[in-house]
């Protein structure tokens, strides 16, 4: 490199003063100063590790921001020098990605150890540039996005998956997309970087099929992943619209969680401008109470309570998910359902039946499940009674199983 420190200001004044508090620590290293209309049309002379911008006013983060898209200027620590600590100016700048600041009163030494930190950066910067090209040209990294490619997200968010049970890290995983109306007309690029401006820098996002971005977030809770989704919202035009669905991560099965999520996703794709969150940890814990809860010796209202925190966590994501799935395999269906305390439906309405199943809950000790169906000639009713202790997800799906068939053969 001819010259590893760059200094671009249009004050030469100013750059000078600078420069000459600057300590350097090789004897290969050489300082250049430019102005910011040389920077922006000769980008071949930007060739260092270290690039100081001087900022005083709009017009230069204006400037600055052309220079970041220069990809030379993408292998060096970017560091915002300004007259003195102006917040709007350097918060502006950090969001277009500069890696530091310092101001022009700063001490030689601290100039100095900003000056080691920087190039250490900008060493580490240029080796993992170097890895991306790898997984670039392998095809693990998007080159459109620079997110994990659609034929290896399911690879690298299964081993992650095993990881965070072996070490018991909680994660969260999410998929978004643009809403049915909005997916072809929102531009990938302008949702990718709405993803990017509304992630941590561990967050992990890969790319799925038709569209759909997944997303790991570390350490976070229900209401931190929310929180992502409606940064991301934010930082897309107002015109469009995306809906998300999210869980916690409580095993290694990547695939399962997928494919539970995916088909979420088709309910709230349907609500639009919809996000849905499942809290599969909290369901299991609520399950395994009720299971050594003796229901002879617990009074009304704690029974009560029990039950309802058991019955809204099963019933309402299975009810949610069947709905996603038949309304997918079932073109000429209408699929209809809804979850109260009082009395919940599913419905399937298709040309010649329309089924129905309703489940009520009589003393809160066991549920009703009734299975109608109604067709120009005759209707039909099936009851299945379920204990509190039985009630379970696989239950309820398999009730909805039975009545899909008993649909499907009235509808032949």
Sequence with gaps: MNNNLIVISDSKKIADDFINKI?????????????????????????????????EDKENLIELQTLLFNERIKQCSVVALTNSYDEDILLDAFEMGVDDFITLNSQQSEILIRVMQNIKKAKLKNRLERKNEIL????????????????HTPKIFSRLFKKYAQENIKADFMILSADIKHKNALPVSLLASAIKKSIREDDIVGLGENGKFKL???????????????KIKENISSFYTISAVATNITDNDYIAAENYLSKALLTALSK?????????EKTRKIAGMIDKTDLKETNYKV???????KYNAIVTP???????????KLFEANIEQAVSETESYFIIKG????????????????????????????ETKTRITI???????????????KMLNDFQSFNA
């Design 318 to 328: 299975v009810f949610f998910q069947a709905q996603a799935t038949l309304q997918d």
């Design 23 to 55: 300590v350097l620590l090789r004897k290969t290293d050489k300082i250049l100063h430019i102005d910011f209309n040389t920077a922006i049309n000769e980008p071949e002379k930007i060739n260092g590790e270290l690039l100081f911008t001087f900022l």
């Design 216 to 230: 790991i977030l570390e350490n976070t809770t229900t209401t931190g992943a929310q929180s992502v989704f409606n």
């Design 351 to 378: 040309k010649d039946v329309i089924s129905k199943l309703t489940l009520k809950h009589p003393g809160f000790a066991k549920i009703n499940a009734d299975i109608t169906h109604k067709t120009p000639f005759k």
């Design 387 to 401: 204990d509190l202790n039985e009630l379970s997800n696989e239950k309820i799906e398999g009730i909805i199983e």
């Design 303 to 309: 029974l009560k309570n029990i039950f309802l925190k």
């Design 136 to 151: 670039f040209e392998e095809n693990v990294l998007d080159k459109d996005t620079n997110f994990f490619s659609i034929e």
């Design 272 to 280: 639009e401008d919809s996000y849905l969150y499942f809290d599969r």
